[in-house]
């Protein structure tokens, strides 16, 4: 009897294996809008501090909304803006590069996440900024995965 279940241990094995090895893979990337408007209230901030409040939408791979909050950082190279996004499944923080010199686009990277968002990963493009209009609107759009645990 003992050797029977041994046997049956030994034959399970590998499809154990699978299972854990696909669970701990990242999920295929889907695509992801988010669509922002904001009330700029620290155009000048350079050092970290609030720069703007607002609302945002995230549509295609996520479905959620909520009020956001933008805190900027100024080199002469490249302005940094960490969006925080509160929504009804849990909070995102976005990071943009804005270059000052030679362009190269306005590139975004989800640097973390909390509740249903705390393993997800993602990175694209700001492809709209208004920042000059009132209120402000600004749109990002890219590809976003949560990581399986």
């Keep these: 009897m003992r050797k029977r279940n041994f046997v049956l ?3 399970v094995a590998p499809a154990i294996a699978v299972v ?3 669970c701990t893979q990242n999920a295929p990337d889907s695509n ?3 669509h922002c408007t904001d009330t700029i209230t620290g155009a000048d ?7 703007a409040h607002g609302h945002c939408t995230l549509t295609g791979a996520l479905y959620d909304n909520g009020p956001e909050i ?3 950082t100024q ?3 490249v302005i940094t803006i960490r969006k925080v996004i509160t929504g009804a499944k849990g909070t995102i923080t976005l990071v943009i590069k804005i270059p000052q010199v030679g362009g190269g686009g306005e590139q975004f990277t ?3 996440g909390t509740g249903a968002y705390a393993k997800l990963h993602g990175h694209g493009l700001q492809v709209v900024d208004n920042y000059q209009a009132t209120p402000a609107t600004f749109v990002l759009k890219g590809t976003v995965s949560h990581a399986q645990a």
């Design 110 to 112: 989800v640097t973390s």
């Design 70 to 72: 933008d805190y900027r």
């Design 75 to 77: 080199t002469p190279e």
């Design 9 to 11: 241990s030994l034959a």
């Design 20 to 22: 854990i090895s696909s």
């Design 32 to 34: 992801l809008t988010v």
């Design 45 to 51: 901030v350079t050092n970290g501090g609030v720069v």
